[in-house]
């Protein structure tokens, strides 16, 4: 082969390359980069990946893993790069003698401690990277790395100040999401080189400086996620070459520069959310013509969006969410004409805002290009927004909680790019369109909150890559579509409170991927699927409130992940599977009003009486001693069913009769000899003080009118001093010639003998005796409660020179309805029996110095028995034929003498809830010819609140926050759910109670 010139030469130079690595190779080159090397190696505790395996003496070490060195002898090391090598240890100081380094990459490693300090001697280091590290301690001082022109030291655990000495020559620098504080150094701006500066996600305060104005090449400012102060500092505008600027997420507040465009002509993305800014948007984009991201969300800007922004032809990203904007006539809806300009507009939010109204057609006119619309949580209106029709390539739309109605049309379908549909909280009414089964890349769909009817598709079994299904609380009828449970993605599905019946299918067991299953308050039926155990991803069940019988199957046991497990009030029989024990994830696990029987286990679960709810199983026992159940005997897992038939059938009545005959002579004795001697009551046991009838006429001064503070169906109640302490108590007196007093009274003792609970009045003793006359004499002494009843607080006038109310401030209402919660989720569903209520009204309801709410007056209180058909010879059973409660209060069914449940209870603390917010007693002259307080709340829900709501709660300061309204219509709403005319369809109070408290918890905290 002819070798060419050319070809000669390129052999030349790549021996001469050659020798030249192996000379260098060949001697040991500078010592003091080696052992350096070397020093930082053995710094090293974990290297799980290797990645330092070839630093060892048989391989040069400039020929070593991330090592680079010069071609000169000797060689010296410039640049060491272990970027993601799953390195954990410590940065030896020793870097800081490798005299030559310009470049360090130690990002995404695993390196803690301090920075070492020598860093700051490399006078050569020009690219610092440690981002990403877990890195402790203050920033070293770089000052003397003259030549160092990127320091990367974000995403560490760094602490103290910004130094205020930098290179001179630095043009990034970024120190986001340490744990930095102080304020942010002005000497930064004598860095004349920088260009990028990030410090968000730290914690510093003040604001930006003023020497910022000298910044002449900076082009990204990122101080978001602070805690800077202040108004819109004039000094950013003077940056002219300016970007990017973020100033999200912190306490700036005032008005925004009505200039700001003009300065800032080369502003691309402007991040303004989570402030306090206020007033209107100002008209500062006709110059800011680069914009393509704008984000303003989360501040209090007022107003109308401005039409000028439709000048922003490049805008890609819209962002206007949660402010106070309006829209209250088609001028108004200018700005929506306008965005037709934007052509390259992908994504744009007003969701949580105060738009009003119906959507106007322009809708359609937005880009083609439009990816996702954000319109929820406004006050929109009218039927599904026809324009959408022509946004082909739309896959999110967002219209949740606003007041749209009608139907939602079929052309829905022909959006094939659509990913999530939020349409929860409307109004919408009609079936789930058949076309809806055409979005083949659907992935969240959420109908909740509608008027939605008719069956479930079955062709929603197509929707192949569905992973969120939730159709709460509408009226969907029939049965659960067999293909839904198919879709392999399906990952929640929520189908609660429905009317849908008939028996699941076994096919649910191929829903291998499915989490979070919801079917409360349904009608269905059967047995539970045993192929539920094929699920083996689920961590919430919750069938509530359905009709399912049979046994709880045993493949359950296989679903380990499983922490929520809900089967009340169903037809359930047989034991609780002893496996539910073995499940160390559970968390929750509610069994009760069933028909179970057996041995309750103790392990796992079990072992926690607070995390499971059994009662209403009247045929359980054992367990552990906190249940309060039978324990387990061998005599009676032994007796035959003959002999316990005998037991009941004879013994008992027998036992029955003596014992009545020895009550009747006991009762002639102790009235002709012993009249003025007090009778124990022995239901009370001996940690009662016993009190007599002589004890409580001194208490009330022979029971004068002056010491009456209030009186009911059944007696009169009393305030007095009894006991040696002084303090006062309330004496309930019941009149015993009244008609059910007597049951009234066994009543109320049955239900707070054992009952105990921060809101509930507490029973101090108990009378029953003869009075001075010898007639019969019964009475309760509960703990006095100086604030009286929440009907008095309501409806009492502050000032007797005025018509005034008593001023009642939001969060004292809102204390007083979660106490309420409490005590009847405590009722229902924690006490040693489940306890019914009966007459829960604003008079039964105690207040004490603080405000603290107890539920109080159980003469009408009834024990929930395990029983389908109640004994109507038990005086004590669940069902009476009379109405049970107070006219407005009671539930629909108990005042057709239907059966009486905890339903009838979160029926009447609805009426309770309503009627505080609106200060408008449910017996009103306005509520007739069928027209009840919960009809009246729903008819003017949402778009009328504020003018039925009590005066005096929008004279609070805080109405005129957002959140404020938000607030009220949460309560509203659960007033409304808890008000159903259907038992079925109200909320259990162990469901009500906690969303209480976390509104209460986000009120508080926003207020």
Same mark, same amino acid.
Not at 674 to 681: A, E, G, I, T, Y
Not at 904 to 930: A, H, N, Q, W
Not at 949 to 958: H, S
């Given at each position: 082969?002819?070798?060419?010139?050319?070809?000669?030469?390129?052999?030349?130079?790549?021996?001469?390359?050659?020798?030249? *690595?192996?000379?260098?190779?060949?001697?040991?080159?500078?010592?003091?980069?080696?052992?350096?090397?070397?020093?930082?190696?053995?710094?090293?505790?974990?290297?799980?990946?290797?990645?330092?395996?070839?630093?060892?003496?048989?391989?040069?070490?400039?020929?070593?893993?991330?090592?680079?060195?010069?071609?000169?002898?000797?060689?010296?090391?410039?640049?060491?790069?272990?970027? %993601?090598?799953?390195?954990?240890?410590?940065?030896?100081?020793?870097?800081?003698?490798?005299?030559?380094?310009?470049?360090?990459?130690?990002?995404?490693?695993?390196?803690?401690?301090?920075?070492?300090?020598?860093?700051?001697?490399?006078?050569?280091?020009?690219?610092?990277?440690?981002?990403?590290?877990?890195?402790?301690?203050?920033?070293?001082?770089?000052?003397?790395?003259?030549?160092?022109?990127?320091?990367?030291?974000?995403?560490?655990?760094?602490?103290?100040?910004?130094?205020?000495?930098? =290179?001179?020559?630095?043009?990034?620098?970024?120190?986001?999401?340490?744990?930095?504080?102080?304020?942010?150094? =002005?000497?930064?701006?004598?860095?004349?080189?920088?260009?990028?500066?990030?410090?968000?996600?730290?914690?510093?305060?003040?604001?930006?400086?003023?020497?910022?104005?000298?910044?002449?090449?900076?082009?990204?400012?990122?101080?978001?996620?602070?805690?800077?102060?202040?108004?819109?500092?004039?000094?950013?505008?003077?940056?002219?070459?300016?970007?990017?600027?973020?100033?999200?997420?912190?306490?700036?507040?005032?008005?925004?520069?009505?200039?700001?465009? /003009?300065?800032?002509?080369?502003?691309?993305?402007?991040?303004?959310?989570?402030?306090?800014?206020?007033?209107?948007?100002?008209?500062?984009?006709?110059?800011?013509?680069?914009?393509?991201?704008? !984000?303003?969300?989360? %501040?209090?800007?007022?107003?109308?969006?401005?039409?000028?922004?439709?000048?922003?032809?490049?805008?890609?990203?819209?962002?206007?969410?949660?402010?106070?904007?309006?829209?209250?006539? #088609?001028?108004?809806?200018?700005?929506?004409?306008?965005?037709?300009?934007?052509?390259?507009?992908?994504?744009?939010?007003?969701?949580?805002?105060?738009?009003?109204?119906?959507?106007?057609?322009?809708?359609?006119?937005?880009?083609?290009?439009?990816?996702?619309?954000?319109?929820? !949580?406004?006050?929109?209106?009218?039927?599904?927004?026809?324009?959408?029709?022509?946004?082909?390539?739309?896959?999110?739309?967002?219209?949740?909680?606003?007041?749209?109605?009608?139907?939602?049309?079929?052309?829905?379908?022909?959006?094939?790019?659509?990913?999530?549909?939020?349409?929860?909280?409307?109004?919408?009414?009609?079936?789930?369109?058949?076309?809806?089964? /055409?979005?083949?890349?659907?992935?969240?769909?959420?109908?909740?909150?509608?008027?939605?009817?008719?069956?479930? =598709?079955?062709?929603?079994?197509?929707?192949?890559?569905?992973?969120?299904?939730?159709?709460?609380?509408?009226?969907?009828?029939?049965?659960?579509?067999?293909?839904?449970?198919?879709?392999?993605?399906?990952?929640?599905?929520?189908?609660?409170?429905?009317?849908? +019946?008939?028996? $699941?299918?076994?096919?649910?067991?191929?829903?291998?991927?499915?989490?979070?299953?919801?079917?409360?308050?349904?009608?269905?039926?059967?047995?539970?699927?045993?192929? $539920?155990?094929?699920?083996?991803?689920?961590?919430?069940?919750?069938?509530?409130?359905? *009709?399912?019988?049979?046994?709880?199957?045993?493949?359950?046991?296989?679903?380990?992940?499983?922490?929520?497990?809900?089967?009340?009030?169903?037809?359930?029989?047989?034991?609780?599977?002893?496996?539910?024990?073995?499940?160390?994830?559970?968390?929750?696990?509610?069994?009760?009003?069933?028909?179970?029987?057996?041995?309750?286990?103790?392990?796992?679960?079990?072992?926690?009486?607070?995390?499971?709810?059994?009662?209403?199983?009247?045929?359980?026992?054992?367990?552990?001693?906190?249940?309060?159940?039978?324990?387990?005997?061998?005599?009676?897992?032994?007796?035959?069913?003959?002999?316990?038939?005998?037991?009941?059938?004879? +013994?008992?009545?027998?036992?029955?009769? +003596?014992?009545?005959?020895?009550?009747?002579? $006991?009762?002639?004795?102790?009235?002709? #000899?012993?009249?003025?001697?007090?009778?124990?009551? =022995?239901?009370?046991?001996?940690?009662?003080? #016993?009190?007599?009838?002589?004890?409580?006429?001194?208490?009330?001064?022979?029971?004068?009118?002056?010491?009456?503070?209030?009186?009911?169906?059944?007696?009169?109640?009393?305030?007095?001093?009894?006991?040696?302490?002084?303090?006062?108590?309330?004496?309930?007196?019941?009149?015993?010639?009244?008609?059910?007093?007597?049951?009234?009274?066994?009543?109320?003792?049955?239900?707070?003998?054992?009952?105990?609970?921060?809101?509930?009045?507490?029973?101090?003793?108990?009378?029953?005796?003869?009075?001075?006359?010898?007639?019969?004499?019964?009475?309760?002494?509960?703990?006095?409660?100086?604030?009286?009843?929440?009907?008095?607080?309501?409806?009492? *006038?502050?000032?007797?020179?005025?018509?005034?109310?008593?001023?009642?401030?939001?969060?004292?209402?809102?204390?007083? +309805?979660?106490?309420?919660?409490?005590?009847?989720?405590?009722?229902?569903?924690?006490?040693?029996?489940?306890?019914?209520?009966?007459?829960?009204?604003?008079?039964?309801?105690?207040?004490? !110095?603080?405000?603290?709410?107890?539920?109080?007056?159980?003469?009408?209180?009834?024990?929930?028995?395990?029983?389908?058909?109640?004994?109507?010879?038990?005086?004590?059973?669940?069902?009476?034929?009379?109405?049970?409660?107070?006219?407005?209060?009671?539930?629909?069914?108990?005042?057709?003498?239907?059966?009486?449940?905890?339903?009838?209870?979160?029926?009447?603390?609805? *009426?309770?809830?309503?009627?505080?917010?609106?200060?408008?007693?449910?017996?009103?002259?306005?509520?007739?010819?069928?027209?009840?307080?919960?009809?009246?709340?729903?008819?003017?829900?949402?778009?009328?609140?504020?003018?039925?709501?009590?005066?005096?709660?929008?004279?609070?300061?805080?109405?005129?926050?957002?959140?404020?309204?938000?607030?009220?219509?949460?309560?509203?709403?659960?007033?409304?759910?808890?008000?159903?005319?259907?038992?079925?369809?109200?909320?259990?109070?162990?469901?009500?109670?906690?969303?209480?408290?976390?509104?209460?918890?986000?009120?508080?905290?926003?207020?």
């Amino acid at each position: 082969m002819k070798v060419t010139p050319i070809i000669r030469l390129f052999f030349m130079v790549l021996m001469a390359s050659c020798a030249n *690595i192996v000379n260098c190779s060949s001697l040991s080159g500078n010592e003091t980069d080696r052992l350096s090397l070397i020093e930082f190696k053995k710094a090293i505790s974990f290297d799980l990946q290797q990645a330092l395996i070839s630093w060892n003496d048989s391989i040069p070490f400039c020929n070593w893993e991330g090592v680079r060195c010069t071609m000169k002898n000797p060689c010296r090391v410039t640049s060491l790069d272990l970027t %993601n090598r799953g390195l954990v240890g410590q940065i030896s100081p020793s870097l800081g003698n490798l005299s030559f380094l310009q470049n360090l990459h130690l990002p995404k490693n695993a390196f803690a401690a301090d920075i070492p300090p020598s860093l700051g001697h490399l006078r050569r280091l020009r690219y610092l990277y440690l981002t990403n590290n877990t890195l402790q301690g203050r920033i070293p001082n770089f000052a003397n790395c003259s030549h160092l022109k990127v320091l990367w030291l974000d995403r560490n655990n760094l602490v103290g100040q910004i130094p205020t000495e930098w =290179p001179p020559n630095l043009q990034e620098l970024n120190l986001a999401n340490n744990n930095l504080s102080g304020t942010i150094p =002005p000497s930064l701006a004598n860095i004349t080189t920088l260009e990028s500066f990030h410090c968000g996600l730290n914690n510093l305060v003040g604001n930006v400086p003023n020497s910022f104005a000298k910044f002449s090449r900076q082009k990204y400012l990122f101080v978001s996620a602070n805690r800077l102060t202040g108004r819109f500092q004039q000094a950013i505008l003077n940056i002219s070459t300016l970007v990017d600027l973020s100033l999200t997420e912190n306490q700036i507040t005032g008005e925004l520069p009505s200039n700001l465009g /003009n300065h800032l002509p080369n502003l691309q993305r402007l991040f303004l959310a989570a402030n306090l800014f206020q007033g209107y948007i100002p008209n500062l984009f006709i110059t800011a013509s680069k914009l393509t991201l704008l !984000d303003m969300s989360r %501040n209090n800007f007022t107003g109308v969006v401005p039409s000028s922004i439709g000048k922003l032809t490049k805008l890609s990203w819209l962002n206007l969410e949660f402010n106070k904007l309006e829209t209250h006539n #088609k001028q108004d809806w200018k700005f929506r004409d306008s965005l037709a300009n934007c052509t390259e507009l992908q994504i744009f939010s007003i969701h949580g805002n105060r738009l009003e109204g119906h959507v106007p057609a322009s809708l359609g006119n937005l880009s083609v290009n439009l990816r996702s619309l954000y319109l929820g !949580d406004n006050e929109l209106s009218g039927n599904f927004p026809a324009g959408l029709a022509t946004l082909p390539n739309l896959n999110l739309l967002e219209l949740q909680r606003n007041h749209f109605t009608g139907m939602v049309p079929e052309w829905i379908g022909n959006l094939k790019n659509l990913q999530q549909i939020l349409l929860h909280g409307n109004k919408f009414t009609g079936f789930i369109p058949e076309s809806v089964s /055409n979005l083949s890349l659907l992935v969240q769909i959420f109908l909740d909150s509608n008027k939605f009817g008719g069956h479930l =598709p079955p062709s929603l079994g197509n929707l192949q890559m569905l992973q969120t299904f939730s159709i709460f609380n509408n009226s969907f009828i029939g049965g659960v579509p067999k293909k839904i449970f198919q879709i392999p993605t399906l990952y929640d599905i929520d189908l609660s409170f429905n009317n849908l +019946v008939g028996q $699941l299918r076994t096919d649910i067991g191929n829903a291998k991927q499915l989490v979070n299953l919801a079917l409360s308050s349904n009608k269905l039926s059967g047995d539970v699927p045993n192929t $539920l155990g094929n699920c083996e991803s689920l961590e919430n069940i919750l069938f509530g409130s359905n *009709i399912f019988s049979g046994s709880i199957p045993i493949s359950l046991g296989n679903i380990r992940s499983l922490k929520v497990l809900n089967f009340s009030d169903n037809n359930l029989s047989g034991p609780i599977p002893a496996y539910l024990g073995n499940l160390k994830l559970l968390e929750k696990l509610d069994l009760s009003f069933n028909h179970l029987e057996g041995e309750v286990p103790k392990n796992g679960i079990f072992s926690n009486a607070t995390a499971i709810k059994i009662d209403a199983n009247h045929r359980l026992y054992g367990g552990i001693q906190e249940l309060h159940l039978l324990a387990c005997s061998v005599m009676r897992s032994n007796l035959s069913k003959y002999k316990l038939s005998f037991v009941l059938k004879l +013994v008992i009545p027998v036992v029955s009769m +003596v014992s009545l005959v020895m009550v009747i002579v $006991l009762q002639v004795f102790w009235r002709r #000899k012993h009249k003025k001697r007090s009778l124990s009551l =022995p239901s009370y046991g001996q940690g009662f003080p #016993k009190v007599s009838f002589i004890d409580l006429a001194r208490a009330t001064d022979g029971f004068s009118t002056a010491k009456m503070i209030g009186r009911g169906s059944y007696g009169a109640v009393y305030e007095g001093k009894l006991f040696p302490d002084g303090n006062y108590v309330a004496i309930k007196v019941f009149n015993l010639e009244t008609t059910g007093s007597q049951k009234s009274f066994i009543a109320e003792c049955n239900a707070l003998r054992s009952v105990r609970h921060r809101n509930l009045v507490h029973v101090l003793t108990a009378c029953s005796s003869i009075d001075s006359n010898g007639n019969d004499f019964k009475a309760l002494v509960y703990e006095f409660m100086p604030r009286g009843d929440l009907h008095k607080l309501l409806y009492s *006038i502050q000032d007797e020179s005025t018509s005034e109310l008593s001023h009642i401030t939001v969060a004292q209402r809102l204390s007083i +309805v979660v106490d309420v919660a409490d005590a009847l989720e405590y009722l229902h569903h924690n006490s040693q029996e489940t306890i019914v209520h009966c007459d829960m009204k604003p008079s039964n309801i105690l207040l004490d !110095d603080n405000l603290t709410a107890h539920v109080g007056d159980f003469g009408l209180a009834k024990f929930k028995v395990d029983s389908v058909v109640p004994n109507p010879a038990d005086p004590y059973s669940t069902s009476s034929i009379a109405i049970r409660g107070t006219i407005g209060y009671v539930a629909p069914e108990c005042a057709t003498g239907g059966h009486v449940s905890s339903a009838s209870d979160v029926y009447s603390f609805g *009426i309770v809830l309503l009627e505080i917010f609106l200060r408008k007693r449910p017996t009103d002259d306005m509520f007739k010819d069928g027209l009840n307080i919960a009809k009246f709340v729903e008819m003017n829900f949402l778009a009328r609140i504020a003018q039925i709501i009590d005066p005096e709660l929008l004279q609070d300061p805080a109405a005129t926050k957002e959140s404020y309204w938000e607030f009220l219509v949460s309560m509203l709403n659960i007033g409304l759910c808890c008000t159903k005319l259907s038992p079925n369809e109200r909320p259990m109070m162990q469901e009500v109670a906690p969303r209480l408290h976390g509104i209460k918890d986000s009120y508080l905290r926003g207020n």
